[in-house]
Nanobody, 113 residues
């Protein structure tokens, strides 16, 4: 079992930045590739970013490429999502996931225009 807790969400103006954190406990999260997903009101959950177990490989949804950066600190069992140049369409609940199996409860990000 892996327990995941996201934090760092909030209200920000368009063009601003936020950094989300996902703290893991239980079985070490370094065993898993880690993902960030998001779900906007009335829309399906969508993939945002993934990082490999070692952190050496990342990939991103086209909608966030060049603006968001995923990273991890395995010593701290924490994954981060640095979000820059935020847009109103980035407004959503952001979730982290371990291995596509374990999920956090989400953190709200709201970007005002």
């Amino acid at each position: 079992q892996v327990q995941l807790v996201e934090s760092g969400g909030g209200l920000v103006q368009a063009g601003g930045s936020l950094r989300l954190s996902c703290a893991a406990s239980g079985r070490t999260s370094s065993r898993y590739a880690m993902d960030w997903f998001r779900q906007a009101p009335g829309k399906e959950r969508e993939f945002v970013a993934r990082i490999s177990r070692s952190g050496g490989s990342t990939n991103y949804a086209d909608s966030v490429k060049g603006r968001f950066t995923i990273s991890r600190d395995n010593a701290k069992n924490t994954v981060y999502l640095q979000m820059n140049s935020l847009k109103p369409e980035d407004t959503a609940v952001y979730y982290c996931a371990a291995g596509g199996v374990f999920w956090g409860q989400g953190t709200q990000v709201t970007v005002s225009s």
